[in-house]
């Protein structure tokens, strides 16, 4: 396996497309726009040897044609005909590899956001799409509070120092809407103080990684008193389950 780094492109108005690169080869995540990739990969004179997609939507994909009008590349996705690029469609626990790079990446489902909605993890690394964000999760457009919480859950299994890469820049405002819900919680006073400083200097607050999720993340806490309670709270009677606790928060955060 050759050396690589991993570079965020920004896109739109918040996304990153997240770039995998040594000094010939790149490989890119959640093409939402393909303007910006093109611009970076001429200006560094790097080849596109694939693109992956975590889910359908247009600011995750929308830039798959411009890319492959411009380089012959593999995209590897779910299978959701919604992403008519994909030319290998994966299914949970199956493996694929990055061409040129030899990164062998595992495949999860994790629906809620959308149905298909799928991570790729291998490398030390995990490409969350809009599923789990740095202390947030994405909003349930396809899915409900169980499949959201299962897989939260299913990502919170992989090792604590996997570095998370997930598809937009909402760590502060995340982080406000946490702090609502946890006040107490030092571990979040602490990132926020980091993330405004790296935001202030317009630098990524990304990547996160599991352990700072278990720590921060209120969607990944739904068993912690303190988030139980603040749900509770705010639901207006007693929240037994987990699942009940994520639902309350979801809504809560929608219209916060
Ligand atoms: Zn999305």
Redesign the pocket.
């Known amino acids: 396996m050759s050396a690589y780094e991993i570079v965020p492109l920004r896109a739109l108005s918040d996304n990153y497309v997240w770039t995998i690169r040594d000094a010939r080869c790149a490989a890119v995540v959640d093409p939402g726009d393909a303007r910006p990739v093109i611009d970076y990969l001429e200006r560094e004179k790097l080849e596109l040897v694939a693109i992956l997609n975590t889910?359908h939507?247009a600011?995750?994909v929308g830039g798959n044609r411009g890319l492959l009008a411009r380089w012959k590349a593999p995209v590897f996705g779910p299978h959701d005909e919604r992403i008519a690029e994909v030319t290998q469609r994966l299914k949970d626990g199956e493996r694929c590899t990055l061409p040129h790079f030899g990164i062998e990446f595992g495949v999860l489902e994790i629906p809620a956001?959308?149905r298909s909605h799928i991570a790729f993890h291998g490398g030390g690394m995990v490409f969350s799409?809009?599923t789990l964000f740095a202390v947030g999760c994405?909003r349930l457009f396809e899915g409900t509070p169980k499949q959201m919480h299962e897989s939260l859950s299913r990502l919170m299994q992989l090792p604590d120092d996997t570095r998370v890469y997930c598809?937009h820049e909402y760590t502060v405002s995340n982080i406000r809407f946490a702090r609502a819900v946890e006040p107490d919680n030092a571990a979040l006073r602490e990132l926020e103080a980091r993330a405004k400083k790296l935001r202030d200097q317009d630098l990524p607050t990304l990547p996160s990684t599991i352990a700072q999720e278990k720590a921060t993340n209120p969607f990944v806490r739904v068993r912690e008193p303190a988030v139980v309670a603040a749900a509770s709270k705010h639901a207006g009677k007693p929240l037994a389950d987990p699942v009940s606790v994520l639902g309350e928060i979801r809504e809560w955060k929608n219209s916060f």
């Open positions: 889910h939507h600011d995750h956001h959308t799409g809009d994405g598809g």
